[in-house]
């Protein structure tokens, strides 16, 4: 893979063990992180600075908006799409617009779980 093919995750987490594990899986799987990032403010801001490939929400953000706001104004502002770490919560939101692509979230997951992608 080249440099320029790499996803990069911006990663939404508020718990520091949780941030730091999640990190280093990915990065272990070559996958570029931003972050951690607690409030969605911050994250809205990184988004900006950084142009992530990828929202990747660990867990709800600060402030006022939550994961479902958060996500629609990734999409809608910077063309990001999100999905949630939990799969039970990912899948709970249905086929909305901000959802990252199935092929997508299968390669975050077995990044973050080293089990085999299914075809």
Known sequence: MTDHDKETV???????????AIMTTLYDADIRVVGPIQTARMALAMTAQTGPTLALMAGQPTGERKVPELAATLLSTWGVRSMLLDPLEHEAHGQQDWRAPDHQVARIRHALTREPLQA
């Open 10 to 20: 911006l990663l939404i987490c508020g718990e520091d063990i949780d941030a730091a």
